[in-house]
């Protein structure tokens, strides 16, 4: 794809999670990446913002100067960029007005339930919120975040695949001797859709379970590279997950992956934070050398391309998903 190709792509007009909120400190700058572009977070005293981390005086990032209240001055040479990124100084002429074109190239960020969502052009709806963050019963952590050389798509149809769960994750998603997938239902929505009633035996489908039991999922799509996972184990009846994959694609082959975890057996046989992130990033780290090793690293859309079978609903409610949106950026 050419670079105008690229930003007409309506991936472009999508929420992606770039960062936490904890990521960034009063008066911080960093840099990240997004669909091959560079972007800058910085917060102000309280709020954050996104731009192009490319100054539009020589193209020095601005992800390495500094913020000065709600202001934020690029290395290089000092350019200062008021919130609404309009430059209201150049310190190498203190005397001159800079023009309304001296100008941070701005995108919407909007900080909500500890994430930073950021859309790189025009999103129809508002991003989707987190309930269970701030619900008494549910203790929240966030798992990672890794750099994996994997496709985002990829990534996100790797959280809604179960017929892996033997193969990949044997001691404790698999199941012993049965790989097989009961039908599950799949129910598309406006802004994504929902796989319900998904069951699987699992040796061990959270911290909570201590003997193998069934498990019964619900996926959902919330946006291009968002996901929730609610999970039941039978035999712990209280002890439930939710599982939001947060996926940020940097371009087509390389991906960023957060897991925003809240779960409701905090406590029980002195289950923490520390537990539940040790427990998720090692079934994480099963999954790397697959996504990793797929080919091709783009999604394929069409399905001459790849073969299907009924386990992989959800994934094909997924790439129909991506066809409605019109999505070219990251597929094949
Ligand atoms: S490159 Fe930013 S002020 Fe010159
Ligand atoms: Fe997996």
């Known amino acids: 794809m050419s670079a105008s190709e690229i930003v007409q792509d309506p991936a472009f007009n999508q929420w992606f999670v770039l960062a936490m909120s904890s990521d960034l400190r009063p008066h ?185 039991a069934q498990v019964l999922y619900d996926y959902e799509v919330l946006g291009l590279t968002v996901a929730a996972l609610h999970k039941k184990t039978d035999n712990c009846s209280q002890a439930s997950d939710v599982i939001r994959l947060l996926v940020v694609p940097v371009d087509a082959h390389n991906s960023v992956i957060r897991m925003l975890v809240s779960y409701d057996y905090a406590g029980i046989d002195g289950i923490d934070d520390l537990a539940v992130i040790a427990f998720n990033r090692s079934i994480l780290l099963e999954d790397v050398p697959i996504l990793e090793s797929q080919r091709p690293k783009e999604l394929p859309l069409y399905t001459a391309v790849e073969l299907s079978q009924p386990s992989d609903s959800s994934a094909i409610e997924y790439r129909r998903y991506l066809k409605r949106l019109g999505i070219k950026f990251g597929t094949c």
């Open 28 to 212: 911080q700058a960093r840099g990240y990446e997004l669909l091959n572009t560079r972007v800058v977070l910085w917060r102000g005293t309280t709020e954050v913002r996104a731009w192009h981390d490319q100054c539009p005086h020589r193209g020095a990032a601005l992800s390495l100067g500094k913020v000065h209240n709600e202001a934020l001055s690029c290395p290089y040479h000092g350019w200062a960029f008021e919130g609404n990124g309009r430059c209201s100084r150049y310190p190498a002429h203190p005397d001159r007005q800079p023009p309304p074109r001296a100008h941070a190239r701005t995108f919407q960020c909007i900080e909500q339930d500890g994430c930073l969502w950021v859309s790189l052009g025009k999103p129809s709806h508002a991003p989707p919120r987190f309930m269970e963050i701030d619900q008494a019963e549910y203790r929240s952590t966030l798992v990672g975040e890794w750099n994996i050389k994997a496709n985002a798509y990829r990534v996100m149809e790797n959280f809604l695949d179960m017929a892996h769960f033997n193969f990949v994750h044997p001691t404790t998603l698999g199941a012993g001797a049965d790989s097989s997938i009961a039908a599950y239902q799949v129910e598309a929505y406006e802004h994504g859709f929902i796989a319900r009633d998904c069951r699987v035996v699992q040796l061990r489908g959270n911290l909570s379970a201590d003997a193998p």
